[in-house]
């Protein structure tokens, strides 16, 4: 058996980054289990998400690991958007729509996603737990390709500014729009830390902004 697959180690730039500094990196294929909603983060529909991504992921993990391929399941990833990009500025929550998502091994099949969710629902079952998210979850691959990445450290409510300086500021210099939803991967884990102290980082897929002259 080799070593234990590592993103934070094997990967290491797409995983760090310094605070009050935008790096522009290339981020290559990356494959995920994901479930996407809409609400309020700190609501039922997210806890339920959550709440079924983690078990399919260990029992990934575990399948992953009796194979000799053992790999460390990475921090929470979640992307953000909304039909209307006021509703992040107003704080209104039941608009944004999320894809709550955990890096897997690039060779994780559709079988393996569906033989996990199956041992994940037997477990969940037994403790009474709510499995309907289970069906919501997908194996998804996706390229964002250019992207500005930085470190907020503090809580989530606190980088409104340091989004808006890229929005309004950095893009437009640097002639960038954006290429896909907002995305955060969490560092830290918000139950054993605090507020202040959280690290996140803060990364948004850009492109050239094309001329229509």
């Known amino acids: 058996m080799t070593g234990k697959l590592d993103f934070k180690k094997s990967d290491k730039a797409f995983y760090a980054g310094k605070q009050a ?4 990196l290339t981020i290559p294929a990356m494959t995920f289990l994901c479930i996407t909603g809409q609400g309020d983060p700190n609501g039922p529909t997210y806890a339920r998400a959550l709440a079924v991504l983690y078990p399919v992921a260990y029992a990934i993990k575990f399948a992953h690991k009796a194979r000799g391929a053992d790999f460390v ?4 990833e979640a992307l953000w958007w909304a039909d209307d990009p006021s509703v992040f500025v107003s704080g209104t929550r039941s608009a944004w729509q999320w894809t709550a998502q955990l890096r897997l091994p690039d060779d994780v099949t559709q ?4 033989t996990a969710r199956d041992n994940a629902a037997a477990k969940l079952s037994k403790k009474g737990s709510d499995t309907r998210a289970l069906a919501e979850l997908r194996h998804e691959t996706r390229t964002e390709g250019d992207c500005l990445q930085t470190l907020h450290i503090g809580p989530y409510t606190d980088e409104a500014p340091t989004l808006a300086h890229l929005h309004d500021v950095l893009m437009p210099e640097q002639n960038l729009t954006f290429h896909g939803p907002h995305h955060e991967i969490y560092l830290s884990d918000p139950r054993r830390t605090a507020p202040e102290k959280l690290r996140t980082l803060l990364r948004q897929p850009v ?3 094309t001329s229509t002259g």
């Open 21 to 24: 500094r935008w790096d522009r």
């Open 207 to 209: 492109q050239p902004v």
């Open 111 to 114: 079988d393996d996603l569906d």
């Open 73 to 76: 399941v990475p921090p929470l």
